[in-house]
């Protein structure tokens, strides 16, 4: 499936009432792309979407509840605490089958964020196939993108985003809203490779902390 109009495009964001997921659902939004943010809540959802509406000036997000959501997109982005991960992941696996899946997570075991945690099966993204089987493609991005970043829908962002995928169709297609979302993509081999974006989290929050910054983002020199 290649939807070069994105206006046919439909975005589920499942988890984006949260800090990250609210300012990808926001950016790709001013970039014409339908989009609809999903909550455990609908109401919840529903409020949120109209809040960033407000913010926006025009009514361009929905809101409903992840399943719903899900079920409306072409592309569903799971964007939720680790700890989450795999419960949202069976509550909308029925509505995923044929879909892209961005899965965004970066395994965490809160409170030292700031260590590497590599989870049992290896990175998240791979978990996620695993559970959604393989009729979902799923591809890893964003993890290395501080939510502080996303926040000014029109803010310039100066860092890179690494893309994990086993399915090369797909992973060109979240590439594209990659870039819809103000970043350069990178592509960074096959999903096996999410461990090594997921993994740099933890180690940027360090260096944010360490440096006394806010949202130190990564550059891949040399392309
Ligand atoms: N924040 C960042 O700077 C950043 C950067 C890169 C990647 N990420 C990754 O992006 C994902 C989302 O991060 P975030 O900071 O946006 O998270 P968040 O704001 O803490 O949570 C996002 C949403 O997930 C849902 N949620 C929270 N706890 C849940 C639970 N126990 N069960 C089911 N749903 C739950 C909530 O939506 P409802 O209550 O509406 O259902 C919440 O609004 C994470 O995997 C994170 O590692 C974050």
Redesign the pocket.
């Known amino acids: 499936m290649t939807l070069d109009d994105r206006t046919l495009l439909t975005i589920a964001v499942i ?1 984006g ?5 609210t300012g990808l659902a926001m950016r790709w939004a001013l970039q014409g792309y339908r989009v609809i943010i999903g ?3 609908a109401e ?2 529903a409020a949120h979407a109209k809040e960033l509406n407000a913010q926006l000036g025009a009514d361009l997000l929905a809101g409903q509840a992840n399943a719903d959501a899900a079920a409306q997109a072409n592309i569903v982005v799971l ?6 991960h795999k ?2 992941l069976e509550s909308i696996r029925d509505q995923l089958d044929g879909k892209i899946l961005i899965d ?3 395994p ?1 075991q809160p409170p030292d964020v700031r260590t590497v945690y590599i989870p049992e099966g290896r990175s998240a993204a791979q978990e996620a196939q695993a559970l959604v089987g393989d009729n979902v493609r799923v591809v890893s991005a ?2 290395n ?4 970043k996303l926040k000014d829908p029109r803010g310039i962002i100066d860092c890179d985003v690494l893309v994990t995928g086993d399915d090369e169709e797909a992973k060109s297609e979240v590439m594209k809203l990659v870039e819809a979302a103000g970043m350069r993509p990178i592509d960074a081999g096959p999903l096996a490779n999410a461990v090594a974006a997921e993994a740099l ?1 933890p180690v940027i929050l360090y260096i944010n902390r360490k440096y006394g910054i806010k949202g130190a983002g990564i550059r891949i020199t040399g392309v």
């Open positions: 988890g009432t949260g800090k990250e997921g909550s455990r809540d919840r959802a964007s939720v605490p680790y700890s989450a419960a949202t965004i997570t970066v965490m964003f993890q993108v501080s939510a502080t989290t």
